[in-house]
């Protein structure tokens, strides 16, 4: 059975939408980082940029609680995108510093 949506055509319109926002906000790298040290200050806790990712999403799906938003569904996997990126990076931070353990 084939499917009637068009993964490509939604996932392009994701990276569109983060290319577009990179120009406005930087790239998330350093947005996120931004935002990361500002809710580290007020949360009195270190947060990384991987948990402001997460809790975008979070931020996304509980406005998705009020009704279907095309845009809100889009940002969600857009920021879960960049929360994989950001794991990613800190898994091979780990691989780096610690090697690859074989158990």
Request: aromatic fraction near 10%; include cysteine; proline fraction near 2%.
């Amino acid at each position: 059975m084939q499917s009637s949506i068009n993964y490509q055509v939604f996932f392009a319109k994701c990276v569109e939408t983060m290319q577009s926002r990179s120009i406005h906000y930087d790239d998330p790298e350093v947005n996120f980082d931004r935002i990361a040290r500002s809710w580290s200050i007020f949360l009195k806790r270190e947060i990384s940029p991987y948990e402001v990712a997460i809790m975008m999403v979070h931020l996304k799906l509980a406005r998705l609680a009020n009704g279907v938003h095309l845009d809100s569904i889009e940002d969600a996997a857009s920021y879960l995108a960049i929360a994989e990126s950001f794991a990613q990076a800190e898994i091979d931070q780990e691989e780096e510093k610690f090697g690859k353990i074989k158990l």
